[in-house]
């Protein structure tokens, strides 16, 4: 396949899923903010800002008044902001009309629908009434266009290609996430566990669609621990960091077996997997949390970039 | 069901109203249906096409990024008998093309002959001088043809345009059908009506036939080449990559490796053999033509001279879409194949020629009148239609430069209805038929690609201007 097509389709799914992902953030910062005061709420909208690195941008339009309505708009359909759910669906459906040939027909048409329904939904401004049957509408569309994938595209390099897109911008995601909430979830010695502290830590895990399933594995008990854990290592749960690196490594290994040979992208991922394999949560709090997402963040882009140098998705 | 005017020629009904027999098995199907049935399908094929991005892009206008070209969900219909002899007159024609590309790149004897005036080709940009004394791979020089048909009778069909270039619209033929068979199942077991569907296959079989001198492996790779996702035909370059398992490339997926024209894939550089260009003559290779191109590939004229890629069709042949050439079309059928044209030309007044231009200025209110180079239904004064003073402010244009133009009647169209909110009304069509070359021979699709203005009236079918398009029958027999 051409490596334009390649970059066309990994980038494809690569904004799809920040759309998505951005949504589901959006959604758990909406629910912080209605349950604390004024105040607050304005915190947490700003760290809604900062998590997604947006805040120069949006402090030139909007000064630093960081409330919902602008806060929302400015994610959803700021045609400024070139990080907006708004532009980023439109970069998909570009890159879709590109790779046009390299996808069923299904996929084209999931893609290009939930284009032309958000395009409708975001021409004016979002007001909090309507802002839960927006967000819904993202989601909706992420999940129309995984389906379609999974029943109609040949498991091949373009579907290899669009998984790995997946899973590294999943990967990212997940970790910028526990980037920005990472002092929520450090146990100091004088913890106290509070009630506003279980709200910190399940909005963390609303944000990254985990309070369910994390609700479900531990019979209801709160610990940031345990979050971390979850969130990092546990290679059940669909958006930990450990299974997007499952997922990466069995697409990579495809490839490898379909191109009769390893990368230097394989190699990278190798060390970068090993973190997974021997790490514990322990360890990674005695090593610091922090440094170890920014670790893991960086690498994560180093991979990235190296997927696109050896497939030539760029000349 | 309709009311059409006597001095017109409908496709479906006699002056007295009864119906012809190519309609006779739809009009029967018609009568029995719901009467909102139609428009009802209308509004879902609508969302059909918008969903499937079915769409072109009209240039400089600003709002309609992408827009539908309108779908008529009547079908225009065909006679086994009467495609029979358009497919005699076509194949006869797109060989005199042929034969005169090749004649015209290497000893022009149809000019020596005094057949056609030298002056045709001097000062002519769509003449390469970069293509003479080559031949390309197979002989084949317009792998692609769309011959423009009108029709004014019965038997009376005309050719208004040969597009030897880089025809477009054949996606919209296959599509077209496609959303028929979708909305009117029941319609397509009552009717027999001739497939269209392989198109992309036998595309990609006639491509394959003229692999290069260099082709060396046991099956060719054919790409297609386009500008990209902004150009307005995007939508079809696409779907015939798709459809024809062929890739897709831009120029900017190219380069030349070895001597041969190679692409960029995720495995390295892969040599392309045939190259189906959806790209102008102009735009190919910055290094030869529009050095500011960059839709093309630096070299590839030397790459394609010496035997190392195949170019569909080759460049050089939209000679034969100039429309002064076109007025010579019957001289040239005759010299090339030795027989009568099957197929009559629209009569055609060339202004360069002193005593037409005096008919032309004294009729210019009734005629036709277009630029030699021009296409897409842009640069031409329609007289009819036209108010005093466009008149004037076209006859300075035509008294300045008259071998830039020629002119025709403004023929009585034939019609077909479509649907409209007061039921059906006739509208003026015409029709494309897609004709492939190859060394294996001419393969014409039955049926091609009908337009119609949708207005009342209009003769304006290009959908840059507000035509249509219908799904094109032709009846098994």
Sequence with gaps: MLGRSANGI???????????????????????????????????????????GLQPGFEARHGREYTGPHVFNYI?????????????????????????????????????????????ALARPVTETRLGDVLDLVRRQSTQVRGAMEGTMLRNEIYNFARLGSFIERA????????????????????????????????????????????WLNAGRMDPRGI?????????????????????????????????????????????????????????????????IGTFIRNNTALALQIQRDYRFID | MTKTSPSLYDEMLNADGSVRPAYAGYCKWYDEQPPDLLRRKGSEAEAFFRRTGITFNVYGSEDAEERLIPFDMVPRIITAQQWRKLQRGIEQRVRALNAFLHDLYHRQEIVRSGRLPARLLKNNDAFLPEMVGFTPPGGVYTHIVGIDLVRTGEDDFMVLEDNARTPSGVSYMLENRETMMAMFPELFTRVRVREVSDYPRRLARSLAACAPPAFSGKKPVVAVLTPGIYNSAYFEHAFLADQMGAELVEGSDLRVENGRIAMRTTRGYLPIDVLYRRVDDEFLDPLTFNSSSVLGVSGIMDVYRAGGITIANAPGTGICDD?????????????????????????????????????????????????????GGYGMLIGPTSSKKELAAFEVKLRARPEN??????????????????????RH???????????????????????????????????????????????DD
Excluded at chain 1, 31 to 50: C, F, G, K, P, Y
Aim: hydrophobic share 40%; net charge negative; aromatic share 10%.
């Design chain 1, 172 to 215: 990212d995601n997940t970790a910028r996430i526990l980037d920005v909430k990472y002092y929520v979830l450090l146990p100091s010695v004088s913890y106290v566990g509070s009630s506003l502290d279980n709200v910190q830590w399940e909005n963390v895990l609303r944000s990254v669609a985990g309070e369910r399933a994390y609700r």
């Design chain 2, 323 to 375: 429309k002064a050439i076109y007025s010579f079309m019957p001289e040239i059928v005759e010299f090339y194949t030795g027989e009568k044209p099957i197929l009559q030309n629209v009569p055609t007044w060339r202004c360069a020629e002193p005593d037409a231009l005096a008919y032309v200025l004294d009729n210019l209110a009734d005629l036709v009148v277009k630029e030699v180079h021009g296409s």
């Design chain 1, 228 to 292: 971390a854990e979850f969130l990092i290592l546990d290679g059940r749960f669909p958006r930990s960091l450990a299974f997007c690196y499952s997922k990466l490594r069995s697409n990579l290994a495809s490839l490898a077996r379909e191109y009769g040979g390893e990368m230097h992208a394989h190699e990278i991922l190798r060390d970068a997997d090993c973190q997974f394999h021997h790490a514990t949560i322990d360890a990674i709090f005695e090593q610091g949390l922090h440094e170890f």
């Design chain 1, 76 to 120: 959803l359909r700021d045609r400024d902001n070139p990080g907006s759910v708004l532009m980023m669906t439109e970069m998909a459906r570009t890159n879709a009309r590109m790779v046009r040939a390299g996808i069923t027909r299904e996929v084209w048409e999931s893609v290009n629908d939930g284009w032309m329904r958000l395009r409708d």
């Design chain 2, 405 to 426: 133009y020629i002119a025709q009647p403004t023929l009585s169209l034939s019609t077909v209805p479509i649907l409209t909110k007061a039921g059906l009304a006739p």
């Design chain 2, 429 to 475: 069509v015409d029709l494309r038929p897609f004709v492939l070359v190859s060394p294996n021979g001419i393969d014409i699709t039955p049926g091609g690609l009908t337009r119609v203005a949708l207005k009342k009236g209009s003769l304006v079918v290009n959908s840059s201007q507000g035509g249509g398009t219908k799904d094109s029958w032709v009846l």
């Design chain 1, 10 to 52: 990994f980038w494809l799914f690569r904004y799809l899923e920040r759309a998505e992902n951005i949504s589901r953030l959006i959604e758990a910062g909406f629910r912080m903010a209605l349950t604390r005061d004024a105040s607050d709420a304005s915190d947490e909208w700003r760290s809604l800002i900062v998590t997604l």
